[in-house]
């Protein structure tokens, strides 16, 4: 059987999983970004998506689309066009607000498959959703490298989207307490709260870029001394650690038991108190990492997860 022609939808601006699951797979990957800012406007904009996804569908007609959720309701139209579908499941649409969201289930068990991104996560789907098949596959990783640049010795990247799971009080009291250090952070600042906002706005010693394009957030992140990724939410794979890996970059990171089995041998850990962090960031030195055998390791698991799920794939999609 030849292979199937696959897309993979991203109702968001960018994401590097997707991305580089879309570069392992051979898909047409489509990002499909937010056209209104206005929450109060979301209904609208989740109808706009809807109806890009169709005129996606009719213009390549895939044998298999692949969603990025939230949010689950993506697979509308896959549903109503009777295309096989996958659910790449991020951890909040497993924990939280999003796997009570009405019909989540219902989309999930029809799915061919459910991604959850890594092992701990995989328990809880498959409590959640025991008539779905559910596997696990890690982020795939892919070198970022920039020669050119030049790593600074007081520039910190911290990776973050502003979500409910990142502690960003203790981030924007980190860096108040750090004058000698110039932080960059690229999440929405529209996101938080009046005063969170204020209080970055005074900073002088934070970089608030908003999205960038690719090039320009890997030139940050290949000339930062370290990049910080904090999350409260036990079970999680941050994305920004596997970007740290693909970049040989030195990497603070929550805590966890996920985050010590991933990262265990080279990461610096931290508890998520201000002077947890203030200390691991003072007591980081200019080094030069080679993360290569972690990532030959890491990828030659995620090779073994990409064959089995194309076979598995081609095996059940009807020609």
Same mark, same amino acid.
């Given at each position: ?164 799971? #990142?502690? !960003? ?8 307490? %750090? @004058?000698? &250090?110039?932080? +960059?952070?690229?999440?929405? =600042? ?88 203030? #200390?691991? !960031? ?8 080679? %993360? @290569?055998? &972690?990532?030959? +390791?890491?990828?030659?698991? =995620? ?17």
């Amino acid at each position: 059987m030849n292979s199937p022609r696959i897309s993979y939808i991203v109702w968001k601006k960018y994401q590097r999983r997707a991305e580089v699951m879309a570069w392992y797979l051979d898909a047409h990957i489509e990002f499909i970004p937010h056209l209104f800012s206005n929450k109060y406007l979301r209904p609208l904009d989740y109808l706009l998506k809807l109806l890009t996804t169709v005129k996606h569908i009719i213009k390549y007609q895939p044998d298999l689309l692949i969603f990025q959720a939230p949010p689950v309701f993506a697979a509308i139209p896959a549903l109503l066009m009777r295309v096989p579908y996958i659910i790449d499941a991020h951890n909040v649409a497993i924990q939280g607000f999003w796997s009570k969201v009405p019909m989540t289930k219902y989309f999930m068990d029809r799915a061919m498959a459910v991604i959850v991104h890594n092992s701990e996560i995989l328990q809880n789907a498959q409590q959640l959703f025991p008539n779905s098949y559910v596997m696990s596959i890690l982020d795939p990783l892919k070198i970022i490298s920039r020669p050119e640049k030049r790593r600074l010795q007081n520039q910190i990247l911290v990776i973050c989207s502003f979500a409910s799971d #990142e502690p !960003i009080d203790v981030i924007i009291e980190t860096i108040s307490q %750090l @004058e000698k &250090y110039n932080f +960059i952070i690229t999440a929405d =600042i529209n996101k938080l709260k009046l005063k969170q906002r204020q209080r970055l706005y005074k900073l002088k010693n934070v970089l608030l870029t908003g999205f960038l394009a690719t090039e320009k957030y890997h030139s940050f992140l290949c000339s930062s001394l370290a990049v910080l990724v904090l999350t409260t939410r036990d079970s999680t794979q941050p994305s920004g650690a596997c970007e740290a890996l693909s970049s040989n970059t030195q990497l603070i990171v929550s805590d966890t038991s996920l985050t010590r089995k991933l990262f265990g041998e080279w990461a610096i850990f931290v508890n998520n108190s201000v002077e947890s962090i203030v #200390e691991a !960031i003072k007591s980081l030195q200019m080094l030069e990492l080679n %993360l @290569e055998n &972690y990532r030959n +390791i890491w990828n030659s698991s =995620i090779e073994e997860s990409m064959i089995n799920l194309k076979l598995y794939a081609s095996s059940n999609i009807k020609k």
